[in-house]
């Protein structure tokens, strides 16, 4: 019924970093690691120093980490109402029935009460929109879902969060994992999925225990199954470990890598709501999209849409890096401005100021000091030049240089690339290459250029779109200092 499936396959070994688990001591080379080096003035780990890379472990409220690091982040929340963060304040759910006391599990007894189409419905009219960085409608992916006639469905937790700077997901797999395959399968009732697949970074250990412990424990108390609570509904659950690879997050990747084959990046259409995994109508939905819906359904989606502004309604959970004077978790209503984010709840630089923030983690734009009246919105931060990606808050100082940044970043999106578009393939090597100080490489701002163009126009995901939203703002936003690279 469920299991831990840690699929393997000989010729896709090399595509991967972590293909035997994450190694018990291991340094973060994230970008909040990253900057709190520069911050702090000591080297990050290279290649060669025993292991490849690790690109975020999802510790950034204390970086520069390390594997052996066991801190927890401070979490509160900062919005009218809270629909995440208030229980898990005071402690993360241990067992079921712990869960279950509280309220837990009442979410999907309403939905089994009501017809499928009302509880997506119910979804539609919150205005939920995916977590993970699109920010599409949660309620129209249902449907599309919904309406097809195949005779298997899958629903998929986007468990990937390899955006370096975001722990919010890792947060919510370890404090609340009952909570996400209790949405997984009201999903999967609400679109006629009978099987669910939970797709986990290897780089969270600790978030996969607790979760495959739920699931072993939900299954018991007969929430998994054939009969989910004696309603006639079957649902099963299967958790994936992911092994080490950025591109699984996003989705066609995540599913090529389920099913055992290369993990590269799909065109679309057609997408996973009509063709999705095993070639069946599928919906992903990231963690903290699915973790919202519970609430939802249990509380009713005026009073989630009641939260909120313009089109990004309800809340959302940031995560603020170590050189805040207060990193964590914080849920925040959409609306609010981000200098209060960054200096009311963040309370500003531990040491000095503001020199930059990455919003949406690294790969998009910037966001400089005079545009922190921005709102958090997904429409208001667009129009700013960034994204708001998965909410991982990465805010620099003075001690990080823009050259440094561009060839931190350049690497990362070179080691992470699938190697299926060339402009990617080939341009973030070469801009890596570009603003290594070691590296001999002749500087030529036109050349620069030129990449950062291709690598905008002829990408096929996020990665190599997110790289040029990264350098262009750079350009922009720190022209003199870009500039002054290539003197
Ligand atoms: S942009 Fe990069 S990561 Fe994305 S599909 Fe193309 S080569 Fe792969």
Redesign the pocket.
């Known amino acids: 019924m469920m299991h831990l499936q840690t699929r393997s396959s000989e010729e896709i070994r090399s595509f991967y970093t972590l293909n035997d688990g994450l190694p018990q001591k291991a340094e973060c080379s994230g970008t909040a690691c990253f900057v709190a080096s520069k911050s702090m003035g000591i080297p990050l780990p290279h290649k060669g120093s025993g292991h490849e890379r690790i690109y975020c472990l999802g510790k950034c409220f204390s970086a520069p980490a390390s594997t052996e690091d066991s801190g927890v982040p401070r979490i509160a929340n900062f919005s009218r109402k809270s629909v995440l963060v208030e229980p898990l304040m005071k402690h993360p759910y241990e067992s079921l029935d712990q869960y279950t006391s509280e309220s837990g599990m009442s979410g999907l007894k309403v939905a089994l009460s009501m017809d499928q189409d009302s509880v997506i419905s119910e979804v539609e009219k919150s205005g939920l929109r995916g977590r993970g960085g699109a920010g599409f409608p949660t309620g129209i992916k249902w449907r599309s879902v919904a309406k097809e006639k195949a005779g298997k469905k899958y629903v998929v937790m986007n468990g990937d969060e390899g955006d370096p700077g975001s722990y919010i997901d890792r947060f919510l797999m370890e404090y609340n994992p009952y909570a996400l395959i209790e949405s997984m399968i009201i999903c999967g009732y609400a679109v006629g999925a009978s099987v669910g697949y939970a797709y986990i970074r290897a780089e969270y250990p600790e978030a996969i225990r607790k979760f495959v412990s739920a699931a072993r424990e939900m299954a018991s108390a007969g929430f998994l199954g054939r009969d989910v609570m004696g309603s006639g509904f079957q649902f099963d659950l299967e958790v994936v470990q992911g092994k080490g690879s950025y591109?699984c997050g996003?989705e066609t990747?995540l599913m090529r890598s389920i099913e055992g084959l290369r993990p590269?990046?799909s065109v679309r259409p057609p997408y996973p709501t009509e063709k999705g995994l095993f070639g069946n109508p599928t919906v992903i939905d990231n963690v903290e999209t699915l973790a919202n819906i519970p609430w939802i359904i249990r509380n009713g989606h005026q009073a989630y849409s009641e939260l909120g502004y313009g089109k990004s309604r309800g809340t959302k959970l940031l995560s603020l890096n170590s050189l805040f004077v207060n990193p964590g978790i914080y849920e925040v209503e959409f609306g609010t401005p981000l200098e209060t984010i960054f200096y009311e709840i963040g309370g500003g630089m531990k040491h000095g100021s503001i020199k930059g923030v990455m919003v949406g983690g690294p790969l998009s734009g910037i966001m400089v000091p005079d545009e922190f009246k921005t709102r958090l919105d997904y429409e208001e931060i667009r129009k700013a030049g960034a994204s708001l990606g998965h909410g991982g808050i990465i805010a620099f100082d003075e001690a990080t240089g823009i050259g440094d940044l561009l060839e931190h970043v350049a690497t990362f999106?070179a080691d992470?690339?699938?190697?299926?578009?060339?402009?990617?393939?080939l341009g973030?090597a070469e801009l890596s290459r570009m603003f290594r100080k070691d590296s001999g490489s002749s500087l030529d701002y036109a050349r620069f250029e030129r990449d950062v163009e291709s690598?905008a126009t002829g990408?096929?995901?996020?990665?190599?779109?997110g790289m040029a939203e990264f350098a262009r703002s750079a350009k922009i936003k720190f022209s003199y200092e870009v500039k002054s690279c290539f003197m």
Do not use: N
């Open positions: 591109i996003e990747a590269e990046v999106a992470e690339s699938c190697g299926k578009c060339t402009p990617c393939r973030t690598l990408s096929l995901c996020g990665l190599g779109t």
